[in-house]
């Protein structure tokens, strides 16, 4: 395997909090390692950012026309985000005209730390993640011309870059009902770590033409499968470590917890709702369709938008936006359901927009400790727009916003505007408790990444 270790050439975008000598002594230690220019992005005290200039061509990881959010499917994020048991942040994105996986690494405070890079194992890069050791996990998938096809492989290099374990999946894997012809079509990918157990969750069309998730579980450290393969049908009670099934899964969320997974979907066909599953190795897996949509099974337009999930002391707290009919404005919400997946809250939500006002879009929450939770989302001027027809005419990007709330869905900040700060449409937040700093990456053009990071304790 091919190793690029380089130094950084990074653009200053936000110094944010920085002051004085302090500010001082950090541009100078990026200007070490290269060019160092103010950018003239938006500022804001609680925010800073670099960007790094590529060189590959990168493809949007941002609503750019402002109208994608609309869309009834999700696409597959071209940068990632993850935040180390050590505060540092490891940021991931691929060529896909080469097959050329890089990985660029920042300590907390986004000075750049090593970078390297590898050929894809094989066709493109769906999701990774890093255990405490420092060693990566990467999951790519490829479109299978037939059913024989190995078109799937996780694979762990160590902390110095170095492959030492892979697991190949054929196209007609076993439990998987019509196999993966194309991975990650009409939905995203998700890879996360719970203990030993490493799980994979994406979106795929079957060999019949069908759209459905797919996902297993491995032992991360002997990449055995844990899992028993997939429910058929959505409405059975799942059995022992058998990995949820949703009928057009048009988005996919892994929350690690204990002792195994939350899985989440945005499912239009079987069910038609937000649904989610609770996989516990050596347990029955249990199901919740919580937030049924109106309208015909696989209807494709929900007009809603899945934005994540995260640990509460009584259970989970869920959140999307929703605007029920075409013609409606969308706005922001939560859900709130127990441990055992048997009770799911109404709805609260919190934005009242109208058609004066626009649309809420992709939502964010990500836990940021002692009961808080941070959510982020985009407005949007209104549109009715259809869903399955998305033009290259912009409907209108107008800012982004922040607001902490507790684990039952109450405001407990003031919220906050942070316009022209654009959010990834479907990577996750990533937190770092030691700083107390939320950190996520989006393309900053066609040959550049952005990193930002929000101090959460400003917000308050």
Sequence with gaps: MKKIFILSAVLIISFGFLHGQERESLYSSYAAHGTVILSQLPSYENIIAVQRELEYAISNSVDVFGNLYIRAWSTLPSVLTFVNSDGSVTICSSDENTKITYVYEYNQNLREIKSFSFKNELG???????????????????????????????????????????????????????????????GTCRLELSGSMLAVYYAREMFDGHQASFGFVLDRNTFERIDTGAATN????????????????????????ENGFIFADHGDAYPRSFTFARFQRGSDTRRLHAFTFPGRIGDNPTYAQMGGLAKTPAGYIFTGTYGRIQNNPRNLFVL?????????????????YTRDNGHAGHPKIVSVGEGHYLLLWEQFTFSAQGANVITRSQTGYKSTFALVINENGEAVSAVREFGGIRLNMNDTLRYNPQNGRVYWAINGSDTSIIIYSLDVRSIF
């Design 124 to 186: 493109s890069l769906g999701a990774f993640t890093k255990d405490n050791d420092g060693n990566y996990y990467f999951f790519y998938g490829a479109r299978a011309s037939g059913r024989s096809d190995v078109n799937m492989a996780v694979i762990k290099l160590d902390r110095d870059g170095e492959k030492t374990n892979t697991y190949r999946l054929p196209a007609n894997t076993p439990n998987s009902f019509n196999g993966i012809r194309v991975p990650f079509d009409a």
């Design 234 to 257: 959505a409405n059975l009670v799942g059995r022992n470590t058998q990995m949820p099934y949703v009928s057009h899964s048009f988005n996919q969320f892994i929350l690690p917890a």
């Design 336 to 352: 709130t359901f127990d441990e055992n997946m048997a009770r799911c809250s109404n709805p609260v939500y919190l934005t009242n």
